[in-house]
């Protein structure tokens, strides 16, 4: 069995071409293990290290890694996944586990109506889920805080897919928009929670209204590490919603945070506090 790989426009993601047939009908992207669970072979390119998305077409696999992940070192290892899964004939997708006919309409309107907005909109959303009528929706980006957005999903989906009866909204992919987010310990402490829920709940719909999103990169020695995305990449602007919005409000709201540190470059886009 011989497979190809082939470059994409994102370097931090590849696409490996097994030369048959991964998907009979549309595609799925998978966020994390358990959004994989439906799928064995999503399930296993996860185990690898540093793999932090997978997608599944017609006949093909892209896999995005972690910032700082060589592909030197992680393709050898992917490709061996996926040689030895179709090798040994075992399903991409199992039996009952989300290929329904359903399931499939509400990816295809994700795929085809909503993903183009939201992407556009500097976003991204993927569907984890759908069970008993709920779908399940993984956004991150300007988007997420932004109702407008959330409501027109949920009624574009319930309408062209009347077995939707709710729609959920997880915003665990806004928290891992930082690859490399594991190695930083300052989120998961006390003052790092209490900065991402001040975002989530107040600060992110707020800048929302602008086009805007503020991802929190870490926390360390009492200071917020913050990268403003979508609408508030490059704005003029920035440095005022940052001194007079932002680090106003968490300083208020998280008093053991002496300062707040904007992260981006708004000038090249690179990160000029974690280098890749």
Not at 46 to 63: C, H, K, P, S, W
Not at 163 to 185: I, K, L, Y
């Amino acid at each position: 069995m011989f497979i190809q790989t082939e470059a994409t426009a994102n370097p931090a993601a590849m696409k490996f071409l097994p030369g048959r047939t991964v998907l009979a009908d549309g595609s799925v992207e998978f966020s994390d293990q358990t959004s994989a669970r439906a799928s064995p072979l999503a399930q296993r390119l996860f185990a690898v290290d540093a793999v932090r998305r997978v997608a599944l077409g017609a006949d093909f696999i892209t896999v995005t890694k972690a910032d700082g992940a060589d592909w030197q070192v992680l393709k050898p290892a992917l490709l061996g996944v996926i040689m030895e899964h179709f090798v040994a004939g075992r399903p991409v997708i199992a039996e009952g586990g989300g290929g329904d006919a359903l399931t499939q309409a509400v990816q295809d309107m994700i795929d085809t109506r909503i993903k183009p907005a939201v992407e556009h909109a500097g976003g991204i959303v993927a569907l984890r889920s759908f069970a008993d009528g709920i779908a399940t929706v993984e956004m991150s980006g300007a988007p997420a805080a932004n109702p407008t957005f959330r409501n027109g999903i949920e009624n574009m989906l319930r309408h062209y897919v009347p077995e939707v009866e709710e729609v959920r909204f997880v915003a665990a992919a806004a928290r891992q928009a930082e690859p490399g987010a594991g190695d930083r310990p300052g989120l998961g402490t006390p003052e790092g929670i209490a900065i991402q829920t001040l975002l989530d709940d107040e600060i992110n719909p707020m800048v929302a209204s602008h086009g805007g999103y503020v991802n929190l990169v870490d926390v360390k020695d009492h200071k917020a590490f913050v990268r403003l995305q979508g609408g508030c990449h490059g704005c003029g602007m920035a440095s005022v919603t940052l001194r007079h919005g932002i680090e106003t409000t968490i300083l208020e709201k998280v008093p053991s945070i002496v300062e707040v540190i904007d992260v981006t470059d708004h000038a090249e886009g690179e990160n000029p506090y974690y280098q890749a």
